[in-house]
């Protein structure tokens, strides 16, 4: 039986209705029960926001201004009078969903099975070239015509990308957990969901297979897997200390790129797992010279490199190479290198379960292993891939040592690597560690915040418009974004203004549901640019929510400045976590202490 699009809208009206995660995973848990299994995926993706898996893109390509002209269309039709322009109406209403509601209040709709509603949302993002915008007109005031003013409110929100639900991939999963039996099924979806980064997918193994459908879930090329993470300790002896002997590489500051290949199509996924294949069409070549026919998944950092030189360039001119047009050129201009550091799939089989040493020892039978050190210096691979530079530290000295060449070099650091770990898809843990400069200096290491909202500027800043963001942590547990910092610092005028143009995109009339945040901004805009922030220290604070808990301060920012504009390879939830401040938070205090008792020890001598 088919779900009609009425009843699924009146669950995104409960869901909308519901700040809770709890709550939220409850409703759609339940919902998810109702729906035939065709139905699942594009559920979930619809509660997304998308009409696909997001590394697969896929937009309605519908402007404010189209479904604008799709709603006067429909109206006209329908024989509503306007008595006041579309225009106007979303200037007063403020969202686009509200609006159409509003327009066709009091018709009924026809009982539109929901799959055919997607089906035709789908068709509109296929349709492209000449005259093709009047069709999309046509199509969307065709649907509006026969849905009834609450699934109008939802379509039209979705077409224009604005659906906002406040529901993250932590809610989805537990929503998939509930619909599964509860606690115990949570571990194989999440795993599940790190392996193939679609939970539409997941919805629909669940239905056809249960469980044991997710658990039997392999790598596959195509689907990106959820990327290892790194965890931060400030020293050799730490390090040690925490993993023993290990091997340690250099950090390279460049693009992190997932390739994949399934002996036919190579793909290759960036950090926040977005397809960036035309970015790298040498990456691309070198994959189908090198692996021909067979599949694989691996990884490594991709880095501008100087042939002048015979060095890498700096992450700010490897960042030029970011371009959908004129590859070509730039390629030619700034020739890349990738420096491979880990092997996830080969021939049919998984290579995630293998520990560090054996994965890397394959690596190396793979790739060339002459990306380096020569009179310990590090020297580019002569073709596109080179192993990363790896070193075995059998002592904490090594590592310090190690740190100081690599810095010495140019690099920003050093990881280091549990010898049996696994590749721990989605997870950040200590499998590998980071160990930067910064992070022996004061405030351990930069954090990545989403702009929730920005302020008028004043005295010098009213011409710029903007004077500050309001930024946000990410609280995994929660799956909100929790506001953390007001910051008026770090960019240059123009890059001011060029994000208060980018923000004034996506300006929304209230608060996100995403978003926890007693501080009220000038303007709230949808939770989507990722900014990297330093700061003197991590303070306690009553005004924001970022840690709050039982009765405590929440964390804020002293002298929060912005490093650059915002970044484009790290999504809202790829923000630093509350977890992560928190124990940023606990360092920095154990610091402190130690620098105090050092000062007092100096004092008495
Ligand atoms: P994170 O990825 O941990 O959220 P981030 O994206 O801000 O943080 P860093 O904190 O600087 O990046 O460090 C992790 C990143 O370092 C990896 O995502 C990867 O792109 C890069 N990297 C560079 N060299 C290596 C290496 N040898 N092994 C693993 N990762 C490396």
Redesign the pocket.
């Known amino acids: 039986m088919s779900t009609s699009i009425e009843r699924v809208c009146e669950c995104l009206k409960i869901l909308e209705g519901l700040s809770g995660r709890l709550d939220m995973a409850r409703e759609l848990g339940e919902f998810l029960k109702v729906l035939d299994n065709r139905e699942r995926g594009p559920f979930v993706y619809l509660v997304q926001g998308q009409l696909n898996p997001p590394f697969r893109g896929g937009e309605t390509g519908m402007s404010t201004r189209l479904v604008l002209r799709a709603i006067a269309r429909a109206a006209k039709d329908a024989g509503i009078p306007l008595e006041t322009s579309p225009e106007t109406l979303l200037g007063n209403l403020g969202d686009m969903g509200n609006l159409a509601e509003t327009v066709f209040i009091g018709r009924k709709g026809e009982s539109l099975p929901f799959l055919r509603v997607f089906e035709t949302m789908e068709s509109l993002s296929r349709q492209e070239g000449e005259g093709s915008q009047e069709e999309k007109i046509r199509s969307l005031a065709d649907l509006f015509l026969k849905l009834s003013p609450l699934s109008t409110r939802f379509v039209a929100r979705f077409v224009v990308g604005k659906l906002r639900l406040g529901v993250g991939d932590a809610t989805i999963i537990d929503a998939l957990s509930q619909w599964q039996g509860g606690k115990p099924a949570r571990k194989p979806i999440e795993n599940g969901y790190n392996l193939c980064s679609d939970l539409g997918r997941i919805a629909t193994i669940l239905g056809e297979q249960g469980i044991e459908g997710v658990r039997c879930l392999r790598p596959s090329p195509g689907f990106p897997i959820r990327?290892a993470?790194?965890e931060r300790l400030s020293s050799g002896e730490e390090i040690f200390e925490k993993i023993g002997a290990c091997p340690v590489?250099?950090?390279?500051?460049g693009f992190?790129c997932q390739v994949h290949t399934d002996g036919d199509r190579v793909q290759v996924f960036s950090?926040n797992l977005e397809e960036t294949t035309l970015m790298f069409p040498e990456i691309v070549a070198a994959t189908r010279t090198l692996f021909g026919t067979r599949p694989a998944i691996f990884e490594g950092?991709a880095l501008g490199y100087n042939p002048e030189t015979g060095g890498y360039h700096p992450f700010q001119v490897t960042i030029t190479r970011k371009r959908k047009h004129n590859v070509k050129e730039k390629s030619d201009e700034i020739p890349l290198k990738m420096?491979v550091?880990?092997l996830m799939f080969l021939d049919g089989e998984s290579w995630l379960e293998q520990p560090f040493l054996k994965r890397r020892e394959q690596l190396e039978k793979i790739f060339p292993t002459h990306a380096f050190a020569v009179d310990e210096m590090e020297v580019a691979p002569t073709g596109v891939f080179g192993t990363?530079r790896m070193i075995m530290a059998d002592h904490p000295s090594v590592i310090d040592h190690f740190f100081d060449e690599v810095l010495e070099e140019g690099f920003?650091g050093i990881?280091a690597k549990r010898r049996e770990g696994t590749y721990t898809a989605g997870s950040?843990n200590f499998n590998?560690i980071?160990l930067?400069k910064s992070y022996k200096d004061a405030l351990s290491?930069t954090l990545?915040l989403v702009v929730i909202g920005y302020y008028r500027g004043k005295g010098q800043r009213t011409r710029l418009g903007i004077g500050a963001v309001l930024t946000a942590a990410y609280d995994a547990e929660l799956d909100r974004l929790v506001s953390i910092a007001r910051i008026g610092s770090g960019l240059t005028e123009e890059e001011w203004v060029a994000l208060r143009g980018a923000l004034d995109e996506t300006v929304v009339p209230e608060r996100p549901h995403s978003v926890l945040s007693e501080i009220v901004p000038d303007f709230w805009v949808e939770p989507k640019f990722v900014v990297t922030v330093r700061a003197d220290d991590i303070t306690r604070s009553p005004q924001h929510m970022c840690g709050r808990r039982d009765g405590e301060e929440g964390y804020a920012l002293r002298f929060p400045r912005m490093t650059a504009p915002p970044r484009a390879?790290?999504d809202p939830q790829?923000a630093t976590s509350v977890r992560e401040i928190e124990s940023m938070y606990q360092k920095q205090k154990t610091l402190s202490a130690r620098h105090r008792v050092k000062e007092e020890g100096s004092r008495e001598d």
């Open positions: 990327m993470l790194c590489e250099s950090k390279y500051d992190r950090r950092e420096l550091f880990d990363s920003e990881i950040r590998w980071k930067k290491d990545d390879d790290k790829d």
